[in-house]
């Protein structure tokens, strides 16, 4: 890609985030093309939860998640046990997260704004890209497995009402 065209993207996602889209959607939709979603509202509702730091909660910026979520799209593991996919695709969102906060100081959407201290509210980054054998103990010392059920249970519920 020329940068005549990284900028004719830059400036759709800067367009985009004018028009009122969050930073998530605006990142995301000015490149999801690159992967085969031709659909923009499809581009926008993928990535409307990450706008405002998660959901506006102010924690890992919008704009850092709509690369992430790119990243996935670009380099994504699709099988459960494949750990050298999901290593490569860790080790390249964290080259993103480390480019980004390199540039800007933080990946906190709260101190990006001004409306926390640069540090603290700094996230504990395990840079080591390889995930964790899926153990009998892994699953032991988490409460990951219950949160996720309770999650779907919670979002098909809220559906109902």
């Known amino acids: 890609m020329t940068s005549e065209e990284i900028e004719v993207r830059a400036q759709r996602a800067i367009e985009l985030f004018k028009q009122g889209f969050n930073c998530s959607q605006s990142v995301f939709a000015a490149c999801a093309d690159l992967y085969g979603i031709q659909d923009e509202q ?7 939860s990450f706008g405002g730091g998660i959901g506006r909660m102010r924690l890992v910026c919008g704009a850092a998640n709509g690369m992430f979520m790119l990243a996935g799209l670009h380099n994504g593991s699709t099988t459960p046990h494949d750990n050298d996919g999901k290593m490569a695709n860790y080790a390249f969102v964290q080259q993103l ?33 390889r995930p964790a054998d899926r153990t009998s103990e892994y699953y032991e010392k988490r409460p990951c497995a219950e949160m996720v059920g309770e999650a779907v249970r919670i979002y098909l519920r809220t559906l109902e009402k």
């Open 42 to 48: 499809l581009a926008f509702r993928l990535s409307a």
């Open 97 to 129: 997260a480390g480019e980004f906060k390199a540039k800007y100081g933080s990946l906190i959407c709260a101190e990006l704004l001004g409306l926390a201290p640069k540090g603290q509210c700094a996230v504990k980054m395990d840079l080591d890209p």
